[in-house]
């Protein structure tokens, strides 16, 4: 158990929907990543948040919107979806913003999209 | 920009024999580098990283990696393979510096076959 966890597990909507993930990272841990991972393009950086600042952003859609909260439990917003972003979706979370720092995942959402 | 390549998609390996899963990386600057283990249904698990230093990193598992900084490789090793290692492995890789993100390959599955 890496102490992150995810919800839901599991999700099935329709397209033109939206949905939202929620992840809480590991106690004490300030960082929040989310990774998207699907067959064709293996696992895609999303975005970062660090102490409920965005830190950095990679491959996220401008249908996609992330938040990180106080209490550091971070929420990840799909809207308007579509086929293609049926995937599994992670959260990971760190210590630190550590460069060297290893990312603790939680288990996943995994999203279908009929 | 950095990227990780895992040319293999597939690794099949008797048990009881040693495995290599091959990784090779690009980035500016020196590495930080990782593998990373995802049985089915699970997140990913951290198995060992490459900060500084000695260029044989010992990991969980049994699992070791040699960084090789002439052919940017990070090869993931074990002298005898077990079953229980049949899963997907990633390599992943991020800058000393700069806000990159941590950037994954696209995983390579092990086959440990009785």
């Known amino acids: 158990d890496s102490g992150v966890t995810q919800t839901p597990k599991h999700l099935i909507t329709a397209t033109g929907q939206r949905v939202t993930l929620r992840c809480s990272p590991r106690?004490?841990?300030?960082?929040v990543y989310w990774y998207q991972q699907s067959l064709d393009q293996g696992l895609q950086f999303l975005i970062q948040?660090?102490?409920?600042?965005?830190?950095a952003k990679g491959n996220i859609l401008e249908r996609f919107s992330a938040q990180q909260f106080p209490d550091l439990h971070s929420e990840l917003n799909l809207s308007s979806l579509e086929l293609g972003d049926s995937a599994l979706y992670f959260c990971?979370?760190?210590?630190?913003?550590?460069?060297?720092?290893?990312?603790?995942f939680g288990e996943g959402s995994r999203l279908t999209v009929l | 920009a950095q990227s990780v390549a895992q040319p293999e998609d597939q690794v099949n390996v008797a048990e009881g024999n040693p495995l290599t899963v091959k990784c090779t990386y690009s980035?500016?600057?020196?590495?930080?580098l990782f593998w990373y283990v995802q049985y089915p249904n699970r997140g990913l698990q951290f198995l060992l990283k490459?900060?500084?230093?000695?260029?044989l990193v010992k990991g969980s598992y049994g699992f070791e990696a040699e960084f090789n900084k002439s052919q940017t490789s990070f090869h993931l090793k074990k002298p005898s393979a077990l079953v229980s290692d049949s899963a997907l492995y990633f390599c992943?890789?991020?800058?000393?510096?700069?806000?990159?993100?941590?950037?994954f390959g696209k995983g390579t599955r092990l086959s440990v076959i009785a």
């Open positions: 990971a979370s760190s210590a630190r913003d550590l460069r060297a720092g290893e990312l603790f």
């Open positions: 106690s004490g841990d300030l960082s």
């Open positions: 948040y660090y102490n409920g600042e965005e830190r």
């Open positions: 980035v500016s600057g020196n590495p930080y």
């Open positions: 490459y900060i500084t230093g000695d260029n």
């Open positions: 992943a890789v991020r800058s000393y510096s700069g806000n990159t993100p941590l950037v």
